[in-house]
């Protein structure tokens, strides 16, 4: 069975395509820049990456390409084998705690959540819709990043705030790279055969998250309300005194766009480091000895650990602990870093386990008292399995 993963965003659209449930990828690729001058895609068969110019100025002109490729490169040679397509929704909010077959009244939900997730619920939307009116006899699925954090408590959940602001204006914590955090907690289960295993997850991408899992189920995480919050991040700031922001707004004549702005796009390791968001050219910074790079790592390295001694406590040990994503699963120094710090909980680094990138691996010595592993995550695989599950009843 054929089945497309798609990532909307507001400019672009990444796809995936799977044959059901062997999980083959047959083809991949992303469009950019739709609606800008200069839209282009590119796509990756069998390895080889193509890029191509392509007049896209919208989402349908996008669909549209890709059905044209899809054909052209012998994927597919009818619209209707492709079965089903799950689409990755940033914000579901406390509405869905699963991936859902889309209809109109999903769809209004999706939309409604805009005003918790303004740049991406409603690119979702525009992408649902345009695969509708493309592929209309494929099942839509949704697949949603917060609802793996449904499981968390009240007393984790909400903040400590007047709690009309929670039960008027839906203020509590959402959480993140839930497809994510639930992949690399499943595959734990399955290297430790351990059902219900207490995990701690490290999701270190550009965005950043931490999760504790007991038994399958997120306890806690360390994004909140919206993905600014916890980590030290590539250009978010994380975990703040948020007396902070009216104090800014007031000395520095800032509007709440500006703030917004600063927090998401100015701040983390780009603010820190005045060089780059990216954990690369940190690095570059520090064989340098740029003062400011050798801070923003050691600011880094501190966040991450202090949620993984706090998530230690919660959980009352941990069976592993796991880092995926671009700096979890490629930064070796960045592991170490981390893993040095843990001493105290009797983990051990091997250094020779730890000198790879991107593959799935144990980290740790055979002494350590806590395995740790790198598992490259697999969000679009997680998309399309959830996707053939719900088609397949
Ligand atoms: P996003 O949150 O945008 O999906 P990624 O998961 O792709 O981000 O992670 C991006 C981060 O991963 C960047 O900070 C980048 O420097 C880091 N990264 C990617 N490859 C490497 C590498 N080989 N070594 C160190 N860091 C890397």
């Given at each position: 069975?054929?089945?497309?993963?798609?990532?909307?965003?507001?400019?672009?659209?990444?796809?995936?395509?799977?044959?059901?449930?062997?999980?083959?990828?047959?083809?991949?690729?992303?469009?950019?820049?739709?609606?800008?001058?200069?839209?282009?895609?590119?796509?990756?068969?069998?390895?080889?990456?193509?890029?191509?110019?392509?007049?896209?100025?919208?989402?349908?002109?996008?669909?549209?390409?890709?059905?044209?490729?899809?054909?052209?490169?012998?994927?597919?040679?009818?619209?209707?084998?492709?079965?089903?397509?799950?689409?990755?929704?940033?914000?579901?909010?406390?509405?869905?705690?699963?991936?859902?077959?889309?209809?109109?009244?999903?769809?209004?939900?999706?939309?409604?959540?805009?005003?918790?997730?303004?740049?991406?619920?409603?690119?979702?939307?525009?992408?649902?819709?345009?695969?509708?009116?493309?592929?209309?006899?494929?099942?839509?699925?949704?697949?949603?990043?917060?609802?793996?954090?449904?499981?968390?408590?009240?007393?984790?959940?909400?903040?400590?705030?007047?709690?009309?602001?929670?039960?008027?204006?839906?203020?509590?914590?959402?959480?993140?790279?839930?497809?994510?955090?639930?992949?690399?907690?499943?595959?734990?289960?399955?290297?430790?055969?351990?059902?219900?295993?207490?995990?701690?997850?490290?999701?270190?991408?550009?965005?950043?998250?931490?999760?504790?899992?007991?038994?399958?189920?997120?306890?806690?995480?360390?994004?909140?309300?919206?993905?600014?919050?916890?980590?030290?991040?590539?250009?978010?700031?994380?975990?703040?005194?948020?007396?902070?922001?009216?104090?800014?707004?007031?000395?520095?004549?800032?509007?709440?766009?500006?703030?917004?702005?600063?927090?998401?796009?100015?701040?983390?390791?780009?603010?820190?480091?005045?060089?780059?968001?990216?954990?690369?050219?940190?690095?570059?910074?520090?064989?340098?000895?740029?003062?400011?790079?050798?801070?923003?790592?050691?600011?880094?390295?501190?966040?991450?650990?202090?949620?993984?001694?706090?998530?230690?406590?919660?959980?009352?040990?941990?069976?592993?602990?796991?880092?995926?994503?671009?700096?979890?699963?490629?930064?070796?120094?960045?592991r170490k870093q981390i893993i040095e710090k843990l001493a105290i909980l009797g983990v051990e680094l091997d250094e020779e386990r730890n000198n790879v990138r991107g593959k799935e691996q144990l980290i740790t010595s055979n002494n350590s008292k806590i395995p740790c592993y790198i598992i490259p995550t697999d969000e679009e695989g997680m998309i399309a399995m959830d996707t053939y599950n719900l088609i397949e009843g």
């Open positions: 069975m054929k089945i497309l993963s798609v990532n909307a965003g507001s400019s672009s659209l990444k796809f995936q395509m799977y044959e059901m449930p062997e999980e083959k990828v047959l083809i991949s690729g992303v469009f950019e820049r739709i609606g800008i001058k200069g839209s282009c895609y590119t796509i990756k068969l069998n390895g080889e990456k193509t890029t191509k110019e392509a007049n896209l100025s919208d989402h349908k002109d996008a669909v549209k390409i890709l059905v044209d490729e899809l054909i052209a490169n012998k994927i597919i040679y009818d619209l209707n084998e492709i079965k089903g397509i799950g689409h990755r929704i940033v914000q579901g909010a406390d509405k869905f705690d699963r991936s859902v077959i889309i209809d109109d009244v999903v769809l209004k939900t999706i939309s409604d959540l805009s005003s918790l997730a303004p740049l991406h619920n409603p690119a979702a939307v525009i992408g649902i819709e345009a695969f509708k009116e493309m592929i209309p006899n494929a099942v839509a699925v949704a697949v949603f990043d917060t609802s793996f954090h449904q499981t968390m408590e009240e007393e984790t959940y909400l903040y400590a705030l007047p709690y009309e602001w929670y039960t008027d204006y839906q203020v509590r914590k959402y959480g993140a790279h839930g497809t994510s955090h639930k992949y690399v907690a499943n595959r734990l289960s399955e290297l430790l055969n351990k059902k219900d295993g207490k995990f701690i997850v490290c999701h270190l991408g550009n965005g950043g998250s931490i999760t504790a899992v007991k038994d399958g189920k997120c306890v806690d995480t360390s994004m909140g309300f919206t993905p600014n919050a916890g980590l030290v991040m590539g250009t978010r700031c994380g975990d703040i005194d948020a007396s902070i922001i009216p104090y800014m707004m007031e000395k520095a004549n800032m509007t709440p766009k500006d703030i917004d702005n600063a927090i998401n796009k100015q701040s983390g390791l780009l603010g820190i480091s005045g060089v780059s968001s990216d954990s690369r050219d940190i690095d570059e910074g520090i064989s340098e000895g740029n003062e400011r790079c050798i801070l923003a790592k050691k600011m880094f390295v501190r966040r991450v650990v202090d949620y993984i001694a706090k998530y230690y406590v919660l959980l009352n040990g941990a069976d592993a602990i796991a880092f995926t994503a671009g700096i979890g699963e490629n930064s070796i120094t960045m």
